[in-house]
Nanobody, 130 residues
Framework: VQLVESGGGSVQAGGSLRLSCAAS????????MGWFRQAPGKEREGVAG????????YYADSVKGRFTISQDNAKNTVYLDMNSLKPEDTAMYYC????????????????????????WGQGTRVTVSS
């Protein structure tokens, strides 16, 4: 099983990026897939999640209204569209699959925690300059 993130880069504040998370070796058909981020010196934060079995989504308050998570089941890929980026969005972004299958992301709330996720990608860096 492998998760590979891509799409990170450097943008100015107000800009946009689209992150991709491609899965291989396993089809996540009934999993909560999450996007996390970790800035230097900070804990890993769950910012968005999507249940691949039904498409329901979750967003942290810090990104609500600016980020959109989506999936393409045919490509076994999850996306994170990030708009109106702010310098505080600067971090390494990771995608991950929840350890427990067949559970909607709401099962893991009030926030997505890294400990509930097992398969991780290597991360993609996002830098937002002011």
């Amino acid at each position: 099983v492998q998760l590979v993130e891509s799409g990170g880069g450097s943008v100015q504040a107000g800009g946009s990026l689209r992150l991709s998370c491609a899965a291989s070796g396993y089809t996540y058909s009934s999993n909560c897939m999450g996007w996390f981020r970790q800035a230097p010196g900070k804990e890993r934060e769950g910012v968005a999640g999507i249940y691949t079995g039904g498409g329901s989504t979750y967003y942290a308050d810090s990104v609500k209204g600016r980020f959109t998570i989506s999936q393409d089941n045919a490509k076994n890929t999850v996306y994170l569209d990030m708009n109106s980026l702010k310098p505080e969005d600067t971090a390494m972004y990771y995608c991950a699959a929840a350890k427990r299958w067949y559970y909607d992301c709401s099962h893991f709330l009030p926030e997505l925690k890294a400990d509930d996720f097992g398969d991780w990608g290597q991360g993609t860096r996002v830098t937002v300059s002011s």
